[in-house]
């Protein structure tokens, strides 16, 4: 199943009003909170574009596939190159467990490769 998740990239961009985002971003309340809570079950090529655009990203960023168990799709097929993992959150608990010195070590190494960083 394609789904938009959008959650995962807010955490990325360290989002945490959600709702209030999409809002200043021209979406209506209803709309903002059906897109939060992955209940939105269209969405236009504009909105996805401003999306983009705002969240300097891509398409395939704000997708996730998650194949059907009653009807999977075969191993190769092109839609699982966007099934995401949980890196995200496995990187902020290492993150989040690691000592401000490690943490500083880790900054300088991603520092020093400018292509990582921007």
Not at 53 to 64: Q, V
Not at 75 to 90: M, P, Q, R, Y
Not at 96 to 102: A, F, R
């Amino acid at each position: 199943m394609l789904r938009l998740n959008l959650g995962r990239i807010f955490k990325v961009k360290g989002i945490t009003k959600t709702n209030q985002y999409l809002i200043k971003l021209g979406n209506s309340d209803g709309y903002a909170s059906q897109l939060v809570h992955g209940r939105s079950i269209s969405i236009r090529f504009d909105k996805l574009e401003q999306f983009c655009k705002a969240l300097n990203c891509t398409p395939n960023d704000l997708f996730d596939f998650v194949d059907d168990a009653k009807n999977p799709l075969p191993e190769g097929h092109a839609l699982h190159s966007i099934s995401k993992t949980e890196a995200i959150g496995e990187v902020n608990k290492l993150l989040h467990d690691l000592p401000m010195e490690k943490i500083e070590e880790l900054y300088k190494i991603l520092k020093s490769n400018d292509a990582i960083v921007k």
